[in-house]
């Protein structure tokens, strides 16, 4: 399975976590947890580090803003998100 479905299965099965960082920087920008769950389940990943084992996914909420997110699998197999923000590059 591609990493972009696991991590799409992940979420879907409720198996992911905001880190605090992640909330606030959320927050900040006007998303809360179901703008992040929408944008991963219908996004795409536009990078990833693999050295880190970490992934760029771009998506939009179900309001039509642009929104991206930086996760990793955790080894104990949920999805970590780093980071969320208001996607400001060209998808």
């Known amino acids: 399975m591609g990493k972009i479905k696991r991590i799409r299965?992940?979420?879907q099965h409720g198996?992911?976590?905001?880190?605090e960082h992640a909330y606030h920087?959320?927050?900040?920008?006007g998303f809360d947890?179901?703008?992040?769950?929408?944008?991963?389940?219908?996004?795409k990943m536009r990078r990833s580090w693999p050295r880190e084992k970490k992934y760029e996914i771009v998506?939009?909420?179900?309001?039509?803003?642009p929104l991206g997110v930086i996760c990793r699998i955790t080894a104990g197999q949920k999805v970590?998100?780093?980071t969320?923000?208001?996607?400001?590059?060209?998808q």
């Not at 198996?15 to 880190?19: A, E, P």
């Open 15 to 19: 198996l992911y976590y905001l880190t």
């Open 59 to 65: 998506g939009l909420t179900p309001d039509g803003r």
């Open 80 to 82: 970590r998100i780093i």
């Open 33 to 43: 947890i179901f703008d992040v769950e929408y944008a991963i389940l219908g996004g």
């Open 9 to 11: 299965s992940l979420v």
């Open 84 to 90: 969320a923000y208001e996607d400001r590059q060209k």
């Open 25 to 29: 920087e959320a927050m900040e920008d």
